[in-house]
């Protein structure tokens, strides 16, 4: 029996080079997930999933991992991803979601949804870091794909620059933390807010730092938020007109209520550390 062909990854093609090698192998819709907000202690967590046009349609001048980018770089990006993107989603888990299901089940809950929510159904997936299960076709995930896939870093941007945009909201109503200087990661200026000021109901009681602050470090992680917290900014109801009003191809929308397959918990007990913005 004759082995299958490989498949072939050209370095030459640079950060599209894994698109375009699926793609001859008759994937033409290749979708790209990640998320934002993983290490923040508060706001939401963000999670999009994008598909690029194949060949030259499908570049996108200056993409790159969010993190690699500038504020107004990443600006300029989203939108051309929003322009050119065959489909594109966005997700929003609100931190009273994180706090009652885990960081890690919310992360996955969030990348399926948001790819689920594409308009033109993907073929092959790559995800950033986690493998995403329950997709119905082919995936793969690739470490720091953010930095070696195309639509991987597309989605990047999308979820960071929607975050960044929600974080300047909430802090327009909540003033004394800083969140659109630090984007509720863990900073100097924001600990010293959080011990001053105590948590604010988008910040994650289940995280070690937030629950200090809180005095309810002594609860198990998802029983630490309070029972009756003033509501959170962010809900179904104000969304789409608040995130992304110029782009009505896209989805926008907050993830909630899914029953994901039951995952390892990661980092819900934690004060994890703040990705580099």
Known sequence: ???????????EAGLYALE???????FRHVAGADEAGRGACAGPL?????ILPEGRRGEIPGLADSK?????????????VVAKALAWSVMIIPPTE???????????AAMRRALASLDVRPEYVLTDGFPVDGLGVPGLAVWKGDRVAACVAAASVLAKVTRDRLMVELD?????????????????????????????????????????????????????RPADPPPALFDVSVTEPLLIPEAAEGTVGVASG????????????????????
């Open 1 to 11: 029996m004759l082995a299958p062909p490989r498949t072939v990854v050209r370095r």
């Open 20 to 26: 375009q090698a699926l793609q001859r192998r008759g």
């Open 46 to 50: 963000v999670a999009a999933a994008a």
């Open 68 to 80: 690699l980018l500038t504020a107004a770089a990443r600006e300029r990006v989203y939108e051309q």
């Open 98 to 108: 994180v706090d009652a299901r885990g960081l890690h089940v919310c992360n996955l």
């Open 172 to 224: 327009e109503r909540f003033p004394d933390y800083g969140f659109a200087v630090h984007k509720g990661y863990i900073t100097e200026e924001h600990s010293t807010a959080l011990t001053t000021h105590g948590p604010c109901p988008e910040h994650r009681f289940s995280y070690v730092n937030v629950a200090a602050a809180s005095g309810r470090g002594n609860r198990p992680p998802r029983a630490r």
């Open 258 to 277: 899914e029953q994901p397959q039951p995952s390892p918990s990661v980092g819900e007990d934690s004060a994890m550390e703040g990705e580099t913005r």
